[in-house]
């Protein structure tokens, strides 16, 4: 049982660490997609995307991105339909611009059928669209069957550009912190303390994910500042060594090149290390690096599930060990 217990300790501050710098490589990235405005112009790739199909569909062989297409994209995009309820009672001009990000089926019908006239779609949206197919009623009918799927190609794109984002920011994480994972494990392994140290912020780190998923609405500058300073906290242990300063690898090179002015604390199996023993030890860091960026592409939802699961697994052996010591 106390092999077990120990093995916890180690798994928990494990995904601790990990959790805690994935929330801020989460938090980074969706602060870059609001500064560029991402989502944003995804959306508008998508309803360009809409039009240009459906008319293609019904014989209206335009460009991508005639002025057709960017009418019917300014329209959506600037309906009121889109906006809060909030807003929408206020007067236009005091209604704060606040970026369109996303749109339900249900919502661009309406704003198909608000803007249409006598069921004829405006002119602007097309160029040679037949009477026939230019109405509401059309282009409602076909959207019932093909915005799932288009809906669906653009969330795709969308996941796949804020992959490739997560594993840059994570990489650049990854080297700021000088985070080995491979090291991490066995320092966790060696220092009992360190993995309690951890654990102590494992309810908090989960409470950060339960409350926001790491993706604060806009406004809660405080809430999003309190749980920056939380994770600040966990990475910022003086037994958890991040960084380069005092890391191990600094230690390694420093004892192999004899060339720091200040004495650094490395054991004596360390100090005795022959150029074919550093360089085995630089490949194992690079390795470690390598294994860090992977894990926090992974993302900040997955380690939060993995420290909630290691959370309810530690308290499950708690209380099975004070019911077998009654």
Not at 217 to 227: F, H, I, R, V
Request: with cysteine; net charge neutral.
């Amino acid at each position: 049982m106390q092999m077990l217990s120990s093995t916890l300790n180690l798994l928990i501050g494990f995904a601790v660490v990990m959790a805690a710098v994935s929330m801020i490589v989460s938090m980074l990235v969706n602060a870059l997609f609001r500064l560029d405005n991402r989502r944003s112009r995804q959306l508008a790739e998508m309803l360009a995307a809409t039009s240009y199909a459906f008319r293609t569909h019904h014989g209206d062989y335009g460009a991508p991105n005639d002025a057709a297409t960017a009418a019917f994209v300014r329209d959506v995009m600037s309906d009121a339909v889109l906006q809060s309820a909030n807003d929408q009672q206020r007067p236009p001009a005091a209604r704060p611009r606040r970026p369109i990000e996303w749109i339900a089926k249900n919502d661009l019908i309406k704003v198909i059928e608000q803007n249409s006239v006598n069921g004829q779609l405006p002119a602007r949206w097309y160029v040679k669209l037949r009477p026939e197919d230019a109405t509401d009623e059309t282009f409602v009918s076909w959207l019932h069957k093909w915005f799932t799927t288009i809906e669906g190609s653009a969330t795709d794109r969308f996941r796949k550009e804020s992959g490739r984002l997560v594993m840059v920011v994570s990489a650049i994480a990854v080297v700021l912190l000088n985070l080995d994972a491979v090291q991490l494990t066995y320092d966790l392994f060696a220092e009992g303390a360190l993995a309690n140290a951890l654990g102590e912020h494992a309810v908090g780190l989960q409470q950060i994910a339960d409350r926001s998923d790491v993706d604060l609405p806009s406004g809660q500058t405080d809430e999003l500042g309190q749980d920056l300073i939380q994770l600040n906290a966990v990475l910022n242990l003086p037994e958890l060594r991040l960084g380069w300063q005092r890391s191990t690898f600094i230690e390694r090179y420093c004892s192999y090149t004899k060339k720091c002015a200040t004495p650094v604390s490395i054991t004596k199996s360390e100090s005795s290390d022959g150029t074919a023993d550093f360089w085995l030890y630089v490949v194992r860091w690079f390795a470690g690096l390598t294994v860090s960026v992977m894990l926090l592409f992974l993302g900040a939802p997955f380690w939060a599930d993995r420290l909630r699961d290691l959370l309810r697994l530690r308290s499950t052996v708690e209380q099975n060990k004070k019911a077998g010591a009654t």
